[in-house]
């Protein structure tokens, strides 16, 4: 039997840890954590100095029992979860819930799933770091209280069903922020002014070489004025000039590093970047990966340095230590590596493999010489005028790091050489031009947030922390505050002036601007709560208040201050706040914006957020009359919307004719538009206008759910209008009085009776305890619809 039981965190970790260890050694997953705050309730006592009231879930019950019974048979426990603060609070609820002694258990940590790593820590135990607990205590706790004390706010105020956290609250504020500036912005032309010279290349021939003008012009005239003077000007080489220029690599990657270049380079969610890391340092393949620390082990270093070595040659061996700029970073961690360096692929996934690929490749980098450059810059003097053109070209003398990784960046594809080799020239040396182009460019817009843009911002104010931003990032949009989209982009006119064989030519063209893909935008009920909570919390929404305490919980868990005690300042301040919000009546709707009146009726026409979201209003509820409503299409927001716009929504619902001697209409409803006929409902595409729809297409989409509803339903019984077999997402069922049964695999559905149905109904139904699970049911049958 054996003698020491290690509880780690994840199935996954304890299968790896597992092969690692002899037979005195039984490795067991907690699955997480094996109590928390209860769900439905606040839990916290503050009269008590804010005890938690903690709770073993339903569901870790058996698993608790599981745990207690091979921890009372083993003569060491020893807690392996992961070393941050989330692991370390893992480790002390194991601690007390199954009322181990100091004496029969020791604490270990390690950065990598390796067999010296492992063994190292269990020679190198220590005690629970209490400081590192309270930190987490303190962050669950202080969110707990955020979230609980304001959805109540939101839900009487804004909404019913909204909610609101503290770290994703200023989030979405950053987001709408964002959206606000965009359509605040305004645009402003300048011509960039290009020249194409003709030159000898190197083997005698003759080859175009690109130079530009230095700066942009601000106007028409002024671009018309140039052109027109190179009409007569003499071209001249003025100045040639080279310097060698030198590239560094990147550091290794962090949490937040890898999540950004994961995004840009692979096309992951952070979410995504997460959970496929996760799995990679529970096989053992890298080390751990929530860190802020850039910092490398000599042992990495080394290993590193010989694969470099091994691969490349001496003369790419560059061994560097990077330091940490992150407010509260931990140095003691490691950054984001491979556990052996030797290793360039791994068995695993395509995902896995690529992620890996990319980590292993920045951490070789990271420890490799600076790439050389040779950078020349070419001066060309115009004759009549005091403008130069300037054309550049630039050569990698030595590759270095380049020979196996470039960095990428937000908002631009990953960029190549500057410019290519230039021809030989000399100085004094006179230029033909080919061409001379003056094009009209447009200031642009900040760009929207990626997930990945919107880590960097995260981190770069002090924000959060690595084991948070992929949560937050995928917490606003399950809520619905934002969502992830693209924008089309607008048609614009564009001049371009042409100076070619002497002639100078004017011409107009047309382009689309604007375009964005992938990126986070702001809903309006997500733009809605923002503006509440900066009017009614500022201190929530600040960003310097949410930095701030990201410090505090830095400084608990360095035992620099007392959990209670940063807990007690905030809800003394943030309570009261609560309180007064809640009684305060207000003049009008949150978020409501009032457009005018309706032409028609002289009623007021405005938008707010409905229970169901964003509506349009006309008529008010203190007159006798009842309001009108429609529901916002797809790509409208209640912060553009125009009074023509609001009410073209109430040429809705539109009759388009008749089918099978039945009225064909279309509307926008609750979940979008729809198509209405003979009593039943047909949803519309999303990229299908309702106000655009024709009754051939339709009646197309009328046909095909009838077809699919067919294929849906296998049998239907007379007798019992209740109980129909059906076909579903996991295979056929019984689905009788809102409540759907499974039907065993061996039985052949079309060839059972109404008989035989009951008895599967009946069977289940005592196997559940006369209770079947009729929230599943309803679940199934919704996505079955």
Same mark, same amino acid.
């Given at each position: ?275 496929? !890391? =996760?799995?990679?340092? &529970?096989?053992? $393949?890298? #080390? *751990? /990966? ?6 490398? +082990? ?30 509260? !970073? =931990?140095?003691?961690? &490691?950054?984001? $590596?491979? #556990? *052996? /360096? ?6 695993? +996934? ?35 005028? &005091? ?399």
């Amino acid at each position: 039997m054996p003698k020491n039981l290690v509880i780690v965190e994840s199935p996954a970790k304890a299968k790896t840890i597992e092969k690692f260890l002899g037979d005195d050694f039984k490795v067991l997953s907690s699955y997480g954590h094996i109590r928390d705050l209860k769900k439905r309730e606040f839990s916290i006592n503050v009269e008590k100095n804010f005890e938690p009231d903690y709770e073993i879930p339903s569901d870790k019950a058996k698993l608790v029992q599981t745990l207690k019974a091979e921890a009372a048979k083993a003569d060491m426990v020893w807690l392996a979860s992961d070393e941050d603060r989330e692991g370390e609070a893992i480790a002390w609820h194991l601690y007390e819930v199954l009322n181990l002694h100091p004496e029969h258990t020791k604490r270990i940590v390690f950065h990598e799933i390796t067999k010296t790593a492992i063994l190292k820590a269990i020679e190198q135990p220590r005690e629970i770091d209490v400081n590192l607990v309270n930190a987490q205590q303190a962050r669950r706790i202080l969110d707990r209280i955020v979230g609980f004390e304001l959805s109540p706010v939101l839900w009487k105020k804004v909404k019913p069903a909204l909610s609101a956290g503290r770290v994703q609250s200023v989030a979405v504020r950053l987001i709408v922020e964002r959206e606000r500036e965009i359509h605040a912005f305004k645009s402003e032309a300048s011509y960039r002014v290009t020249a194409a010279f003709i030159v000898s290349g190197s083997d005698g021939k003759t080859v175009e070489m690109k130079a530009e003008l230095a700066h942009r012009l601000k106007s028409k005239k002024e671009a018309e004025d140039l052109l027109s003077k190179c009409l007569s000007a003499v071209f001249t080489i003025e100045d040639i000039t080279t310097r060698p220029v030198k590239k560094s690599p990147a550091a290794p990657f962090t949490t937040s590093t890898l999540q950004q270049e994961a995004a840009r380079k692979l096309g992951f969610t952070v979410a995504q970047t997460m959970m496929i !890391a =996760q799995k990679l340092y &529970e096989s053992g $393949r890298i #080390t *751990y /990966m929530r860190t802020d620390s850039v910092n490398l +082990s000599e042992y990495a270093i080394n290993g590193t340095k010989e694969a470099i070595k091994e691969m490349m040659g001496e003369k790419y061996v560059h061994p560097r230590h990077f330091n940490t700029k992150t407010k509260g !970073a =931990q140095e003691a961690h &490691e950054a984001i $590596r491979p #556990t *052996y /360096m030797e290793n360039p692929k791994i068995d695993g +996934s395509a995902q896995e493999k690529k992620l890996y690929d990319l980590i292993w490749k920045r951490t070789i980098a990271s420890q490799m010489a600076d790439a050389e450059l040779e950078k020349t810059t070419v001066t060309i003097s115009i004759s009549n005028t &005091e403008e130069a053109f300037t054309a550049t070209g630039e050569v990698i003398k030595f590759d270095g790091f380049l020979r196996v990784y470039r960095e990428s960046y937000d908002d631009d594809t990953e960029p190549e050489d500057e410019g290519d080799l230039l021809p030989p020239l000399k100085k004094g040396e006179k230029l033909q031009y080919q061409a001379i182009t003056a094009t009209e460019r447009f200031t642009q817009h900040p760009s929207r947030y990626t997930e990945a843009s919107l880590v960097r911002k995260l981190e770069e104010l002090g924000i959060g922390r690595p084991s948070t931003y992929a949560p937050t990032i995928s917490t606003i949009q399950q809520r619905e505050y934002v969502e992830k989209g693209d924008k089309e982009g607008t048609e614009r006119l564009y001049n371009v002036l042409t100076l070619r064989d002497n002639k100078l030519t004017d011409a107009t063209l047309s382009e689309t601007t604007g375009v964005e893909k992938g990126k986070l935008l702001p809903t309006d009920t997500g733009t809605v709560v923002t503006d509440f909570l900066s009017e009614y919390f500022p201190s929530i929404m600040d960003y310097n208040f949410t930095a701030k305490v990201e410090k505090q919980f830095d400084e608990i868990a360095e035992g620099e201050a007392l959990w209670t005690a940063i807990l007690k300042t905030f809800y003394k301040k943030f309570h009261p706040l609560v309180e007064t919000t809640l009684a305060a009546k207000n003049a009008h709707k949150t978020g409501e914006r009032i457009l005018g009146n309706d032409p028609a009726s002289g009623k007021q026409v405005s938008v707010k957020i409905g229970r169901f979201g964003p509506v349009v209003q006309v008529g008010t509820a203190d007159e006798e009359e009842k309001p009108r409503f429609a529901p916002l299409k797809k790509g409208m927001s209640i912060e553009t919307i125009t009074l023509e716009e609001a009410m073209e929504m109430f040429k809705l619902p539109r009759t388009l004719g008749e089918y099978e001697g039945k009225t064909v209409s279309v509307n926008i409803g609750r979940f979008g538009p729809y198509i209405y006929h003979n009593s039943s409902y047909t949803s519309m595409p999303k990229t299908t206008d309702p106000m655009e729809i024709e009754l051939e297409e339709a009646i197309e989409l009328i046909q095909a759910k009838a077809e699919a509803d067919a294929k849906k339903h296998i049998k239907k019984f007379e007798e019992e209008p209740d109980l129909q077999i059906m076909n579903g997402r996991y295979g056929p069922y019984i689905s009788y009085k809102n409540v759907n049964y499974k039907i065993p695999k061996d039985i052949i559905p079309q060839d059972l009776s109404l008989e035989s149905c009951l008895e599967i109904v009946k069977l289940q139904s005592e196997k559940e305890g006369g209770k079947p699970k009729a929230k599943r049911a309803a679940r199934r049958s919704k996505k079955d619809a």
